[in-house]
């Protein structure tokens, strides 16, 4: 049972640069969030998708920017990327369960990350 | 606001002690949800609890144990006979609830790097 994967694992980009990160959630699961983990910080919360719309979105500028896809995948952009960006972002995996007055949303499953440094 | 305070940012034990590891949160709502978890170098989360408002019981699971008291606004966190293996950075986290269930966005604390020295 495979668990969530991210794609790539290391990236190296210029300022002003975009770029485009990939998840899988874990198998099973249909909802996708993103975090960013600056060094030594914890994750901050960008934004969830569920049913391929942006649900829940954190305090982040709209140079960050996704998708999900109805294999319940999705992708992260940033659009002008700044140094400020380097960090290692998240993705996580869940279920949500829409089922009236019973309500449970799996915890949620992180990916090893994508490191991106931007110089 | 919502906000998650880890006031230890490192604890260094030797193996075979236990260490607790402390958090405070602050929220104006009365249905939230507490979680720890753990993040080894690989840079993977690792759930390892999570427990809502309403149940304060204190819970084991193994070596693991954790103290939820609403009074204080604490939510700690015990390892009992650390090993080696526990060497990570643990977080705390909590979230809002939505529907009656946790939302995904979780405002995580700082971390806690836990050394275990054999």
Known sequence: ?119 | AQKVTQAQTEISVVEKEDVTLDCVYETRDTTYYLFWYKQPPSGELVFLIRRNSFDEQNEISGRYSWNFQKSTSSFNFTITASQVVDSAVYFCALSEAQGGGATNKLIFGTGTLLAVQP
Not at chain 1, 10 to 20: E, S
Not at chain 1, 34 to 45: D, E, I, K, N, R
Not at chain 1, 49 to 58: A, I, K, P, S, V
Not at chain 1, 80 to 93: E, R, T, V
């Open chain 1, 1 to 119: 049972d495979a668990g969530v994967t991210q794609s790539p694992t290391h990236l190296i980009k210029t300022r002003g640069q975009q770029v485009t990160l990939r998840c899988s959630p874990k198998s099973g699961h249909d909802t996708v969030s993103w975090y960013q983990q600056a060094l030594g910080q914890g994750p901050q919360f960008i934004f969830q998708y569920y049913e391929e719309e942006e649900r829940q979105r954190g305090n982040f500028p709209d140079r960050f920017s996704g998708h999900q896809f109805p294999n319940y995948s999705s992708e992260l952009n940033v659009n002008a990327l700044l140094l400020g960006d380097s960090a290692l972002y998240l993705c996580a995996s869940s279920l949500t369960d829409t089922q009236p007055r019973h309500s449970y949303n799996s915890p949620l499953h992180f990916g090893n990350g994508t490191r991106l440094t931007v110089t």
